[in-house]
């Protein structure tokens, strides 16, 4: 795993982040009849609730959590893809959640993002040579004259062969496609670089590749990464944080190797008991770790979003939601069991 990086300079915060999106229905199905009356009753996915973090810069900090947990919607909102319901996003000193057009524009050069799908995120009428070189020119990291060796260049950093600048990208296997989905994210030159599940369609085979590229170029290029998983193997590997998130919450941060070592929270305790895969909890419920099903976001429990589930439940868990705070140095968790006899 990657070490904990010694620097000090925060280079994102998230305060109190929180995106709702209101549920798509049809009018009937949002009538209700209540004393004597239809009313119409909106409902919402609860996807982020009051999230509140933070990325040093050198650091990697990865996102996990089952599918469905507010992990790519939240990276989504840091990258300017959802605007936030509410709360506050912080690169270095300057709020930009609330930022929008020409305002936006000098930080989308910052933060780049690399998508899942590697095929479904590039444009497939483009050359490559379009593809990673149009964000150059809209942000002013190469000119029409230069533009060319600027392409080629950063093509042979993520290890593509320049003679394919003017292929298209279905000419490539998926492993190609996501480093061009690399070339073009880190041609604008960025600080932060956001991976939403970048390996996770590739082959088992390619997967070491893209990670050991990605945690080159980190290196070389000096760059912070947030990483959005569901594969804890990949985890352990590449990041030296790790948040933990469930319906919507972060429910546990911490060092990679102390997260890994002893997990604090009952979900985190669920989730890496699942080690290697997360498809399946069957066998990790049968050995006493959850029980029951995951709520949905659209009615979340009351007090702590897991305690339905929690074997460890006490009464205040469905009182209270208790805080995510910190329980030994660089270590948070949001439990009421903290400080109690499990």
């Given at each position: 795993?990657?070490?904990?990086?010694?620097?000090?300079?925060?280079?994102?915060?998230?305060?109190?982040?929180?995106?709702?999106?209101?549920?798509?229905?049809?009018?009937?199905?949002?009538?209700?009849?209540?004393?004597?009356?239809?009313?119409?009753?909106?409902?919402?996915?609860?996807?982020?609730?009051?999230?509140?973090?933070?990325?040093?810069?050198?650091?990697?900090?990865?996102?996990?959590?089952?599918?469905?947990?507010?992990?790519?919607?939240?990276?989504?909102?840091?990258?300017g893809l959802h605007q936030?319901?509410?709360?506050?996003?912080?690169?270095?000193?300057?709020?930009?959640?609330?930022?929008?057009?020409?305002?936006?524009?000098?930080?989308?050069?910052?933060?780049?993002?690399?998508?899942?799908?590697?095929?479904?995120?590039?444009?497939?009428?483009?050359?490559?040579?379009?593809?990673?070189?149009?964000?150059?020119?809209?942000?002013?990291?190469?000119?029409?004259?230069?533009?060319?060796?600027?392409?080629?260049?950063?093509?042979?950093?993520?290890?593509?062969?320049?003679?394919?600048?003017?292929?298209?990208?279905?000419?490539?296997?998926?492993?190609?496609?996501?480093?061009?989905?690399?070339?073009?994210?880190?041609?604008?030159?960025?600080?932060?670089?956001?991976?939403?599940?970048?390996?996770?369609?590739?082959?088992?085979?390619?997967?070491?590749?893209?990670?050991?590229?990605?945690?080159?170029?980190?290196?070389?290029?000096?760059?912070?990464?947030?990483?959005?998983?569901?594969?804890?193997?990949?985890?352990?590997?590449?990041?030296?944080?790790?948040?933990?998130?469930?319906?919507?919450?972060?429910?546990?941060?911490?060092?990679?190797?102390?997260?890994?070592?002893?997990?604090?929270?009952?979900?985190?305790?669920?989730?890496?008991?699942?080690?290697?895969?997360?498809?399946?909890?069957?066998?990790?419920?049968?050995?006493?770790?959850?029980?029951?099903e995951v709520p949905t976001?659209?009615?979340?429990?009351?007090?702590?979003?897991?305690?339905?589930?929690?074997?460890?439940?006490?009464?205040?868990?469905?009182?209270?939601?208790?805080?995510?705070?910190?329980?030994?140095?660089?270590?948070?968790?949001?439990?009421?069991?903290?400080?109690?006899?499990?």
């Open positions: 795993m990657m070490a904990r990086n010694n620097n000090s300079e925060v280079l994102l915060k998230v305060e109190n982040l929180t995106k709702h999106f209101p549920v798509q229905k049809n009018i009937f199905e949002q009538m209700s009849f209540n004393k004597g009356r239809f009313e119409l009753k909106s409902q919402v996915v609860h996807a982020v609730n009051g999230v509140t973090l933070e990325i040093k810069k050198g650091d990697t900090l990865a996102l996990v959590g089952e599918s469905g947990c507010g992990k790519s919607t939240l990276a989504k909102c840091i990258i936030p319901t509410s709360g506050k996003i912080f690169y270095g000193d300057q709020e930009i959640g609330n930022l929008t057009g020409r305002k936006r524009r000098p930080f989308q050069k910052r933060i780049q993002m690399i998508f899942q799908d590697p095929f479904s995120s590039l444009n497939p009428r483009k050359k490559v040579e379009d593809i990673v070189g149009r964000p150059m020119l809209l942000h002013g990291i190469a000119q029409k004259e230069n533009l060319k060796k600027a392409v080629l260049d950063i093509m042979d950093r993520v290890g593509l062969d320049s003679t394919y600048a003017s292929r298209y990208p279905h000419q490539f296997s998926g492993g190609q496609r996501q480093r061009i989905g690399i070339a073009r994210a880190l041609g604008c030159k960025p600080e932060l670089v956001i991976g939403d599940e970048p390996i996770s369609a590739l082959d088992v085979s390619i997967q070491a590749q893209i990670l050991n590229l990605l945690m080159d170029l980190q290196e070389s290029m000096d760059l912070t990464y947030l990483f959005v998983s569901h594969d804890l193997s990949v985890v352990k590997h590449i990041s030296s944080r790790v948040a933990v998130m469930y319906l919507g919450y972060i429910v546990e941060l911490a060092d990679t190797e102390d997260i890994f070592a002893k997990p604090n929270h009952p979900y985190t305790q669920l989730l890496f008991s699942a080690i290697p895969t997360l498809d399946t909890l069957d066998f990790v419920e049968a050995a006493g770790l959850a029980e029951g976001p659209i009615n979340l429990p009351s007090g702590c979003p897991f305690h339905p589930r929690c074997v460890h439940k006490m009464p205040i868990c469905s009182e209270k939601r208790p805080e995510l705070r910190e329980i030994t140095p660089g270590r948070f968790s949001a439990c009421h069991l903290n400080g109690k006899k499990q």
